[in-house]
């Protein structure tokens, strides 16, 4: 069994900061890709960011330039780093991983997810 724990989420200002972690922990061989999600009521679940095992990066329009995502693969954690956040970027931010696990199953594990507000 697999398991995502996020933490960092909170109310911030418009302009402000906020940094976000995801901890996988189980049988894990490696994680192929992590990443984060992000919804809002009565709307679809949006991509923010991805990372591979690799390093490579890819961001939803909406927050390049103010959004960062890395990982350090001997803790199997995914971070995510925003900057200059806007009310547009309220959600509930999930984690996401694609894990090979030590059985060699290909498997989706999903965070239960961390509220980010920002308001005045």
């Known amino acids: 069994q697999v398991r995502l724990g996020e933490s960092g989420g909170g109310l911030v200002q418009p302009g402000g900061s906020l940094r976000l972690s995801c901890a996988a922990s189980g049988n894990i061989r490696n994680i192929v890709v992590m990443g984060w999600y992000r919804q809002v009521p009565e709307k679809q679940r949006e991509l923010v960011a991805t990372?591979?095992?690799?390093?490579?990066?890819k961001y939803v329009d909406s927050v390049k330039d103010r959004f960062t995502i890395s990982r350090d693969n001997a803790r199997n954690t995914v971070y995510l780093q925003m900057n200059n956040l806007n009310p547009e970027d309220t959600a509930l931010y999930s984690c996401?991983?694609?894990?090979?696990?030590?059985?060699?199953?290909?498997?989706?594990?999903w965070g239960q997810g961390t509220q980010v507000t920002v308001s005045s």
């Open positions: 990372i591979s095992i690799g390093g490579t990066t």
């Open positions: 996401y991983a694609d894990v090979l696990t030590g059985a060699f199953d290909r498997i989706d594990v």
